[in-house]
């Protein structure tokens, strides 16, 4: 395990190191690992840090303004409000590893843009080593690793927390003073909801996806699943009142793992499964059936895509 007294001192000195007297910004998405990055750069840098949240409508419910609040303290905070470019980009999009490659080149693109607003070189990242491992050996791209563009407009990328696993980067979370809603939150995968829809990505789509994974996250809170979601993996025929419907498929998945490289889906009791299912789709008339997804990786990735 990490030793965080060391590893802190150590991932500060290196950030001062790399950025000198240059302005930096940090891609915060409100995880842990991008929060605790932007914790070791405002440490190590200060004013010199302009932490970006870019809202790309795939995020989950009460995001953007949960991000507001916890990271009020940084004065410098911008959030970019770019749902309607990243939908935008994404129209027509199937293939799984291309949607993780355009929302990469837009994130990066989004960063460009307030990088030269603030007069930054260098941008601080919260790539852990699962991403690198997992994007180096063509399991699925990461968007701050395998899926980022050939050209990238900044003199340096900073990634303190690159050597970790997600259980070491809660640890220096704790020892960072940072609020347990921040360390110990649930994983989110960067590339949002756009990896929980099998298929192109839709709003309409989106919507049902960002309301189904609101309620996994309440209903399964008591079981502390490593992560727990749902995901819209495609249409089929039900009823509701005295009409067929065409509806969506929500799949149901929670997970118990130590740092997502392994991975074992949780035994729920039947009561939760129906609890689930039943506000999925009485909260929603576009969906026409919940299952449960109940295998483990391998052989199956956690995320859809």
Request: proline fraction near 4%; include cysteine; charged fraction near 30%.
């Amino acid at each position: 395990m990490v030793n965080t007294d060391s590893f802190i001192e150590e991932a500060t000195e290196e950030i001062q190191e790399t950025v000198g007297d240059a302005n930096a910004i940090i891609a915060l998405s409100g995880g842990v690992d991008s929060s605790v990055a932007a914790a070791l750069a405002y440490r190590a840098i200060g004013d010199q840090l302009t932490p970006v949240y870019v809202d790309t409508g795939l995020m989950r419910k009460g995001e953007t303004e949960g991000i507001r609040e916890t990271f009020d303290y940084m004065e410098s905070l911008r959030v970019v409000e770019a749902q309607d470019r990243f939908l935008g980009a994404l129209e027509g999009v199937i293939d799984p590893e291309e949607k993780r490659k355009v929302i990469g080149e837009q994130f990066i693109r989004e960063f460009e843009r307030e990088a030269k607003d603030t007069d930054a070189n260098y941008l601080v990242q919260g790539t852990i080593y699962p991403d690198r491992i997992e994007s180096e050996g063509n399991i699925k791209s990461h968007h701050n690793v395998g899926g980022l563009p050939d050209v990238v407009d900044f003199e340096g990328i900073v990634e303190p927390v690159r050597d970790l696993y997600k259980d070491e980067v809660r640890e220096v979370a704790r020892e960072l003073g940072l609020e347990s809603v921040v360390s110990e939150r649930m994983p989110f995968p960067g590339p949002g909801l756009a990896v929980r829809i099998v298929g192109e990505v839709t709003e309409e789509k989106v919507e049902v996806a960002r309301h189904a994974c609101h309620v996994v996250e309440e209903e399964l809170e008591e079981y502390d699943p490593w992560q727990a979601f749902a995901a819209v993996i495609g249409k089929g025929t039900g009823v509701k009142g005295d009409n067929r419907v065409h509806g969506w498929i929500v799949s149901v998945r929670s997970v118990e793992s130590r740092d997502g490289m392994t991975a074992r889906a949780q035994e729920l009791s039947w009561e939760t499964l129906q609890r689930i299912q039943s506000r999925i789709t009485g909260q929603n008339d576009n969906v026409a059936r919940v299952v449960y997804d109940v295998t483990h990786k391998p052989p199956a990735t956690i995320e859809y895509e």
